[in-house]
């Protein structure tokens, strides 16, 4: 069955940075597009990133847009979030999902658990 | 602030009927598809409802979705005590070129 693990998470100061790991089995990669989603504490879900099922079209919030980058390793079947120059409002249990097709627009039928980043001095 | 809006909360008793709406624009909700999710506490989001209304199998037929130019609504039928929950929409958006979410929908059993 299909399954998602993020890793990575963890406590950094504000400016620091830190990468986010997504690894998935169950499913062949490289046919579907991928998704970062976020959730602060206490507030509602926020789409952070996608990339598209090649590589060849990625998406990002405004909030991240220049300090957070999407990226993917199809053999490794793997998806990654590298965030950098960040800020406590960026506090929140990120997860990674699997878009139904592959150019992003799909249902997110599969999500990992989540992994919780926390931004503080 | 969300780009698609819902209502922060709903509330029915055991066995009511409750609709959860979520209000869009053209370069979203009326031209793309709406999901919807289910949420509970601590736990990752799960697809209740895909392409506007097909509920992927294992989700009870008591939820249905439709759509009607730039809203959306999930409706639960039957409402039961395990449907507590926090309900979002959600689709793309043509004019951001990504992914937008609601803010969400507490639904609480009475």
């Known amino acids: 069955q299909v399954r998602l693990e993020e890793s990575g998470g963890g406590v950094v100061q504000p400016g620091m940075s830190l990468r986010l790991s997504c690894a998935g089995s169950?499913?062949?990669?490289?046919?579907?597009?991928m998704h970062w989603v976020r959730q602060a504490p206490g507030k509602g879900l926020e789409s952070v990133a996608l990339?598209?099922?090649?590589?060849?079209?990625?998406y990002y919030a405004a909030s991240v847009k220049g300090r957070f980058a999407i990226s993917r390793d199809n053999t490794a079947n793997t998806v990654s979030l590298e965030m950098n120059s960040l800020r406590p409002e960026d506090t929140a249990v990120y997860y990674c999902?699997?878009?139904?097709?592959?150019?992003?627009?799909?249902?997110?039928?599969?999500w990992g658990q989540g992994t919780l980043v926390t931004v503080s001095s | 602030q969300s780009v698609l809006t819902q209502a922060p909360s709903v509330s029915g008793t055991p066995g009511q009927r409750v609709i959860i709406s979520c209000s869009g624009s053209?370069?979203?909700?009326?031209?793309?598809?709406v999901n919807w999710y289910q949420q509970f506490p601590g736990t990752a989001p799960k697809v209740l409802i895909h392409?506007?209304?097909y509920r992927p199998s294992g989700v009870p037929d008591r939820f249905s979705g439709s759509k009607s130019g730039t809203s959306a609504s999930l409706a639960i039928s039957g409402l039961q005590s395990e449907d507590e929950a926090d309900y979002y929409c959600?689709?793309?958006?043509?004019?951001?070129?990504?992914?937008?979410f609601g803010g969400g929908t507490k639904v609480t059993v009475l």
């Open positions: 999902a699997k878009d139904s097709g592959g150019s992003g627009s799909g249902a997110l039928h599969f």
């Open positions: 169950g499913f062949t990669s490289s046919s579907y597009a």
């Open positions: 990339i598209s099922w090649d590589g060849s079209y990625e």
């Open positions: 053209n370069s979203n909700i009326g031209t793309n598809t």
């Open positions: 392409a506007n209304n």
């Open positions: 959600a689709t793309w958006d043509d004019s951001l070129r990504g992914p937008v």
